[in-house]
């Protein structure tokens, strides 16, 4: 079968593309490519509600060029790495029964979230300018604090997300509970 150009984009049965079938008509891109500028402005949306609800800076004070570093992150970084991962846990870990749930959720908070967690802090410290002395020093301080507060939150809404949802579905799920990991995660990671 000839290419049409929109390999990369398009999952197909045959000849029909998959947005005519009804396997599903909001995914109809690629997930990992459909959800970058969706995880991005999450992630911008994240911060104002740091910067405005939770640092309480006004709109005199807002740091815009801080909203753009975090949709940066969302769309380069974020969005990618949680995609791609959700669809290696998914192979390593291929059932949908109550059991690989379990198994998945276990994996992606013991393995997976201190991995991300320990690149994102740092990641973030760099882009803003920090040295690789004070990026240390402040992973040192804020990663023991954000992973237990990702124990807060993460465990129960990956187990009910690898049991109900889709793969094609499940960084989109992420992403409506992500808002307010995303402000919390703001906050952290610009808190000097």
Known sequence: ???????????????????YTNQGLIFTLNPVIACQPHKGS???????ISQQLVERRGLQEHQTGRTLTMVSLGCGFVGPVVGGWYKVLDRLIPGTTKVDAL?????????????FLGCFLPLVGTLNGLSAQDNWAKLRRDYPDALITNYYLWPAVQLANFYLV???????VVQCVAVIWNSYLSWKAHRL
């Open 1 to 19: 079968m000839e290419s049409t150009g929109l390999d990369c984009c398009f999952t197909t049965y045959g000849h029909v593309p998959k947005q």
């Open 42 to 48: 999450l992630m911008g949306l994240g911060d104002v």
């Open 103 to 115: 198994k998945k959720m276990l994996l992606d908070q013991g393995g997976f979230a201190p991995c």
């Open 166 to 172: 889709p793969l094609h579905y499940r960084l989109a």
